[in-house]
């Protein structure tokens, strides 16, 4: 009879998540749209797949938006009004956090109370709307950054911005207001640890997932035609955001050397994204930087890509390369790999869980022209090392699903519910160390 109480207690029917910067309708690679909105949707589906309702709370961009969209059945995004519909920068949307709150707190008015089981906010932003709403519907509010200010700040781009101290405060304050967070990895989670002063009694560590029945292995040469790619060239792909932060000029002069070195080999670099973040300010240094290192008719650009056409561009690629400065997990390396496509990736944040060094990919320590031209070197030159890393890349991308993420959620949803905590037995020295059982970090 007690655990069937508990069971209702901690009991998830309906979930309120709010992504306030960007729609997780948003194609992937233009403007601020990621990984994130990607997250966001995908786990939407998957909870509505386990008779979990999702109200998306996002901010309307356009005045074409429908107030009300529905991407599934038990999915639906509220695009609310709150600021002009353009020409927000990311940086000028906390003025508009009062009128975005405004807006979800009169949507959910029209319910009964007590409708939302849950609240589950995305993104900094997202977590100072989630902390009010909280107390208004007296619901646990559960909290994934995605990414941290500091750690950004700590290893920027040459010529990139840091995220500015106002963030960092926001940052703090939802680590502390939150009722669960939730990290891509334990990395992360000592992060949060570490740096931001999270309990780690309430943190969970639920690692992102990929599409596995979309992303998979094909026809390379079919994949090529669809593209209009040459079927005989070794193609290095770069997809994501195109910003100093993802470092696509990191490939591109590295791509340089190893052609100028090996001038029979017929490399080409395909580059799939739009610029973003600090890269607007000049969209078009990629094309110049290829034109002024000899290479433009060796770089094909593509705009960002729908799904579909994107598991088309992985299937294309000899090599997906991600060298970002910092990434919080990587789901392009996941996707990737999931197409049996091997990764050659930065050695940072979740890159090195989610790329398994010499098993599915190359891990690469640093950001030097010399070592990245000698890494792609390997992998142009050596047929056999590519089809062993492709072998195991698959493998490695089955590791991680939407499904699995799903449900990490939902038992972070219920330890929030629960409102079990017991405070530590003893005091946590500076640095952090611990370990992952069942989704949950265990502090030791």
């Not at 405060?169 to 502390?176: D, F, L, T």
């Not at 079919?222 to 994501?240: C, H, K, M, Q, Y």
């Not at 496509?341 to 930065?346: D, N, Q, R, S």
């Not at 492709?390 to 330890?415: D, I, K, P, V």
Request: net charge neutral; proline share 7%; aromatic share 6%.
């Amino acid at each position: 009879m007690e655990r069937k109480t508990v069971e209702r207690k901690t009991a998830v029917r309906r979930v309120a998540v709010l992504s306030l910067h960007t729609s997780p309708l948003a194609q992937p690679g233009t403007g601020d749209a990621g990984g994130m909105n990607v997250y966001v949707l995908q786990t939407a589906l998957e909870l509505a797949r386990r008779d979990v309702e999702v109200d998306i709370f996002t901010r309307a961009t356009s005045s074409a938006d429908e107030p009300l969209q529905s991407p599934a059945p038990g999915v639906t995004v509220h695009n609310v009004v709150a600021g002009p519909f353009e020409g927000l920068d990311k940086h000028d949307l906390p003025t508009q956090l009062c009128a975005f709150t405004a807006g979800v707190l009169r949507a959910e008015a029209g319910r009964r109370p007590g409708w939302y089981d849950v609240v589950h906010s995305h993104y900094w932003l997202s977590g100072q709307v989630g902390w009010l709403v909280r107390d208004r519907w007296g619901v646990p509010l559960v909290h994934t950054a995605h990414t941290l200010a500091a750690v950004k700040n700590a290893s920027l781009a040459a010529r990139d911005r840091p995220e500015p101290p106002a963030r960092e405060i926001g940052e703090r304050q939802v680590v502390a207001e939150a009722d669960r967070l939730t990290a891509n990895t334990i990395a992360e989670a000592r992060q949060l640890i570490d740096t931001y002063g999270a309990d780690p009694h309430r943190v969970d560590v639920v690692a992102p997932g990929a599409d596995l029945s979309r992303f998979r292995p094909g026809d390379r040469g079919a994949a090529r035609r669809a593209l209009g790619l040459s079927p005989d060239e070794t193609i290095v792909a770069f997809v994501g955001r195109i910003q100093p932060l993802k470092a696509p000029d990191i490939l591109l002069r590295a791509a340089d050397v190893v052609r100028r070195r090996n001038p029979g080999v017929p490399l080409r670099v395909l580059v799939v994204g739009g610029p973003s973040g600090t890269g607007l300010e000049r969209p078009d240094e990629l094309v110049e930087l290829a034109a002024e290192l000899g290479m433009s008719e060796s770089v094909t650009f593509l705009p960002p890509q729908p799904p579909d056409r994107l598991a088309q561009v992985y299937r294309a690629a000899d090599i997906v390369a991600v060298p970002s400065y910092s990434e919080s997990f990587g789901l392009v390396a996941i996707e990737a790999q999931a197409c049996g496509t091997p990764v050659l990736a930065a050695e940072v944040g979740g890159l090195s869980v989610a790329v398994a060094h010499d098993r599915s990919g190359l891990l690469v320590p640093g950001h030097e022209i010399d070592r990245w031209a000698q890494e792609v070197e390997r992998l142009v030159t050596d047929r056999e090392l590519r089809e062993r890393l492709a072998a195991g890349a698959r493998a490695q991308a089955e590791r991680f699903s939407w499904a699995h993420t799903a449900e990490g959620l939902l038992g972070s949803y219920r330890r929030a519910r629960s409102g079990l905590f017991t405070p530590p037995a003893r005091p946590f020295g500076p640095r952090f160390t611990g370990i992952v059982r069942e989704n949950r970090v265990t502090v030791r």
